[in-house]
Protein backbone atom coordinates (compact mmCIF):
# COMPACT_ATOMS: atom_id res chain seq x y z
CA UNK A 1 0.00 0.00 0.00
CA UNK A 2 1.32 3.71 -0.97
CA UNK A 3 1.28 6.33 0.97
CA UNK A 4 0.76 9.27 -0.97
CA UNK A 5 1.33 13.07 0.88
CA UNK A 6 -1.54 15.31 0.65
CA UNK A 7 0.44 18.74 0.22
CA UNK A 8 2.07 19.93 -2.88
CA UNK A 9 5.37 20.74 -3.45
CA UNK A 10 5.19 23.92 -3.37
CA UNK A 11 3.33 23.98 -0.10
CA UNK A 12 6.17 22.08 1.49
CA UNK A 13 9.14 24.47 -0.12
CA UNK A 14 6.92 27.68 1.74
CA UNK A 15 6.82 26.17 4.95
CA UNK A 16 10.81 25.12 5.00
CA UNK A 17 11.27 28.76 3.73
CA UNK A 18 9.57 29.97 6.54
CA UNK A 19 11.34 27.92 9.00
CA UNK A 20 14.41 29.11 7.82
CA UNK A 21 13.52 32.84 7.77
CA UNK A 22 12.33 32.38 11.57
CA UNK A 23 15.87 31.16 12.62
CA UNK A 24 17.88 33.92 11.17
CA UNK A 25 15.53 36.43 12.96
CA UNK A 26 16.13 34.47 15.83
CA UNK A 27 20.14 34.90 15.85
CA UNK A 28 19.63 38.57 14.77
CA UNK A 29 17.88 39.78 17.82
CA UNK A 30 20.54 37.41 20.32
CA UNK A 31 23.29 39.35 17.90
CA UNK A 32 21.64 42.32 18.23
CA UNK A 33 21.23 42.94 22.61
CA UNK A 34 17.25 43.00 22.04
CA UNK A 35 16.43 40.10 23.73
CA UNK A 36 18.40 41.74 26.83
CA UNK A 37 16.51 45.07 26.61
CA UNK A 38 13.25 43.21 26.15
CA UNK A 39 14.02 40.93 29.84
CA UNK A 40 15.16 44.26 31.26
CA UNK A 41 11.91 46.10 30.00
CA UNK A 42 10.10 42.63 31.36
CA UNK A 43 11.88 42.60 34.87
CA UNK A 44 12.95 45.46 35.72
CA UNK A 45 16.60 46.39 36.77
CA UNK A 46 18.38 44.36 39.13
CA UNK A 47 18.99 45.84 42.75
CA UNK A 48 21.23 44.74 44.75
CA UNK A 49 21.78 45.19 48.88
CA UNK A 50 24.73 44.69 50.91
CA UNK A 51 22.96 43.61 54.37
CA UNK A 52 24.96 43.88 57.42
CA UNK A 53 25.45 40.06 59.04
CA UNK A 54 23.97 40.18 62.79
CA UNK A 55 26.45 40.47 65.17
CA UNK A 56 26.41 37.80 67.60
CA UNK A 57 25.63 38.32 71.48
CA UNK A 58 28.52 38.88 73.98
CA UNK A 59 28.19 36.33 76.97
CA UNK A 60 28.08 38.55 80.22
CA UNK A 61 31.49 38.16 82.00
CA UNK A 62 31.39 36.90 85.89
CA UNK A 63 31.39 39.69 88.29
CA UNK A 64 35.04 40.23 89.84
CA UNK A 65 35.96 38.23 93.18
CA UNK A 66 36.01 39.65 96.11
CA UNK A 67 38.69 41.29 97.87
CA UNK A 68 40.78 39.33 100.45
CA UNK A 69 41.53 41.18 103.39
CA UNK A 70 45.27 41.41 103.68
CA UNK A 71 46.15 39.04 107.28
CA UNK A 72 47.51 41.38 109.98
CA UNK A 73 51.63 40.88 110.26
CA UNK A 74 52.59 38.08 111.69
CA UNK A 75 53.80 38.90 115.87
CA UNK A 76 56.18 35.92 117.46
CA UNK A 77 55.18 35.08 120.87
CA UNK A 78 57.24 36.54 124.19
CA UNK A 79 59.69 33.77 125.05
CA UNK A 80 59.73 32.01 128.31
CA UNK A 81 61.85 30.69 130.29
CA UNK A 82 60.68 26.67 131.22
CA UNK A 83 62.53 24.96 133.79
CA UNK A 84 61.72 21.02 132.49
CA UNK A 85 63.35 18.43 134.85
CA UNK A 86 64.80 15.38 133.16
CA UNK A 87 63.47 11.97 133.89
CA UNK A 88 65.16 10.04 136.56
CA UNK A 89 67.24 7.28 135.11
CA UNK A 90 67.17 3.80 135.88
CA UNK A 91 70.09 1.71 135.94
CA UNK A 92 69.98 -0.53 132.96
CA UNK A 93 68.95 -4.53 133.63
CA UNK A 94 70.34 -7.23 132.13
CA UNK A 95 67.01 -9.61 132.73
CA UNK A 96 66.46 -11.17 129.34
CA UNK A 97 62.48 -12.12 129.52
CA UNK A 98 62.14 -15.41 128.47
CA UNK A 99 59.60 -15.91 125.30
CA UNK A 100 57.69 -19.17 124.59
CA UNK A 101 55.57 -20.16 121.64
CA UNK A 102 54.18 -22.70 123.90
CA UNK A 103 50.34 -22.56 124.72
CA UNK A 104 49.45 -22.68 128.05
CA UNK A 105 47.42 -25.42 129.52
CA UNK A 106 43.94 -25.84 130.81
CA UNK A 107 44.10 -26.26 134.41
CA UNK A 108 41.75 -30.10 134.39
CA UNK A 109 38.26 -29.39 136.03
CA UNK A 110 37.61 -29.89 139.34
CA UNK A 111 36.73 -33.66 140.55
CA UNK A 112 33.15 -34.47 140.90
CA UNK A 113 32.18 -33.71 144.84
CA UNK A 114 31.34 -36.84 146.17
CA UNK A 115 27.73 -37.74 147.84
CA UNK A 116 27.89 -38.10 151.40
CA UNK A 117 25.24 -39.86 153.43
CA UNK A 118 23.38 -37.92 156.47
CA UNK A 119 25.71 -38.40 159.48
CA UNK A 120 25.62 -37.47 163.77
CA UNK A 121 26.94 -34.01 164.53
CA UNK A 122 29.87 -34.53 165.76
CA UNK A 123 29.32 -31.57 168.07
CA UNK A 124 26.47 -33.75 169.73
CA UNK A 125 26.66 -34.98 172.55
CA UNK A 126 23.52 -37.35 172.57
CA UNK A 127 25.05 -39.80 169.59
CA UNK A 128 24.81 -42.66 171.54
CA UNK A 129 21.65 -43.94 173.35
CA UNK A 130 22.20 -43.80 176.84
CA UNK A 131 21.28 -46.57 179.65
CA UNK A 132 18.79 -43.99 181.38
CA UNK A 133 16.31 -44.41 178.12
CA UNK A 134 16.36 -47.99 179.31
CA UNK A 135 12.15 -48.92 179.79
CA UNK A 136 12.09 -49.92 183.49
CA UNK A 137 9.43 -52.53 182.95
CA UNK A 138 11.36 -53.94 180.33
CA UNK A 139 14.45 -54.04 182.98
CA UNK A 140 11.83 -55.78 185.17
CA UNK A 141 10.89 -58.45 182.33
CA UNK A 142 13.97 -59.12 181.41
CA UNK A 143 13.30 -57.57 177.91
CA UNK A 144 16.45 -57.31 175.67
CA UNK A 145 17.33 -57.28 172.42
CA UNK A 146 18.40 -55.30 168.88
CA UNK A 147 16.36 -52.71 166.85
CA UNK A 148 17.07 -50.50 163.88
CA UNK A 149 15.06 -47.44 163.19
CA UNK A 150 15.48 -45.05 160.22
CA UNK A 151 15.12 -41.07 160.74
CA UNK A 152 14.37 -38.84 157.83
CA UNK A 153 17.08 -36.35 158.15
CA UNK A 154 16.14 -33.11 156.29
CA UNK A 155 18.20 -30.82 154.06
CA UNK A 156 18.83 -28.59 157.25
CA UNK A 157 19.41 -31.56 159.13
CA UNK A 158 16.59 -31.89 160.78
CA UNK A 159 14.38 -35.17 161.40
CA UNK A 160 11.19 -35.00 159.39
CA UNK A 161 10.16 -38.43 159.78
CA UNK A 162 10.97 -42.02 161.73
CA UNK A 163 10.08 -45.59 161.60
CA UNK A 164 11.31 -48.97 162.67
CA UNK A 165 13.27 -51.26 160.24
CA UNK A 166 13.61 -53.72 162.29
CA UNK A 167 11.87 -55.20 165.47
CA UNK A 168 13.82 -55.98 168.71
CA UNK A 169 11.09 -58.33 169.32
CA UNK A 170 9.64 -56.19 171.81
CA UNK A 171 7.54 -52.82 171.11
CA UNK A 172 8.30 -51.01 174.39
CA UNK A 173 12.24 -51.31 172.98
CA UNK A 174 11.55 -50.34 169.42
CA UNK A 175 9.50 -47.45 171.06
CA UNK A 176 11.56 -46.13 173.17
CA UNK A 177 14.60 -46.05 170.63
CA UNK A 178 12.83 -44.36 167.80
CA UNK A 179 11.18 -41.59 170.64
CA UNK A 180 14.41 -40.99 171.61
CA UNK A 181 16.36 -40.23 168.33
CA UNK A 182 13.13 -37.93 167.11
CA UNK A 183 13.97 -36.08 170.15
CA UNK A 184 17.40 -35.23 170.77
CA UNK A 185 19.12 -36.62 167.40
CA UNK A 186 21.43 -34.27 166.17
CA UNK A 187 22.42 -34.80 162.21
CA UNK A 188 24.23 -33.33 159.60
CA UNK A 189 22.27 -33.01 156.10
CA UNK A 190 23.18 -35.80 153.27
CA UNK A 191 24.89 -34.25 150.08
CA UNK A 192 24.04 -34.40 146.24
CA UNK A 193 26.61 -32.98 144.11
CA UNK A 194 27.47 -30.77 147.24
CA UNK A 195 24.04 -29.29 147.47
CA UNK A 196 22.42 -30.26 150.75
CA UNK A 197 19.38 -32.69 150.37
CA UNK A 198 16.95 -35.03 152.13
CA UNK A 199 17.84 -38.56 153.40
CA UNK A 200 16.86 -41.50 155.22
CA UNK A 201 19.65 -42.74 158.32
CA UNK A 202 19.56 -46.16 159.63
CA UNK A 203 20.68 -46.52 163.77
CA UNK A 204 21.22 -49.68 165.26
CA UNK A 205 20.43 -49.72 169.10
CA UNK A 206 20.91 -52.60 171.34
CA UNK A 207 18.99 -53.31 174.38
CA UNK A 208 21.66 -55.32 176.97
CA UNK A 209 20.58 -55.65 180.75
CA UNK A 210 24.72 -57.22 181.72
CA UNK A 211 26.07 -54.01 180.28
Known amino acids: MT?????????QLGGLGFVVILHVVAIYFVASGLVHKAVTTVMGPIETK???EAKPKQEELPPPPPK????????????FDVA?????????????????QQKPVAAPPPPPVADVAPRFDPRARANAFPESEYPDQSRRLGEEGEVIIS?????????????IEKSSGYERLDKAALDYYMRR???LPATKAGQPIAAWKSIKVTFNLKR
Do not use: C, H, N
Open 3 to 11: YKSRKSASQ
Open 50 to 52: VIE
Open 68 to 79: LQTPPPYVPPPD
Open 84 to 100: IEAPAQTAPTTAITSVT
Open 151 to 163: LLVGADGKITDGR
Open 185 to 187: GRF
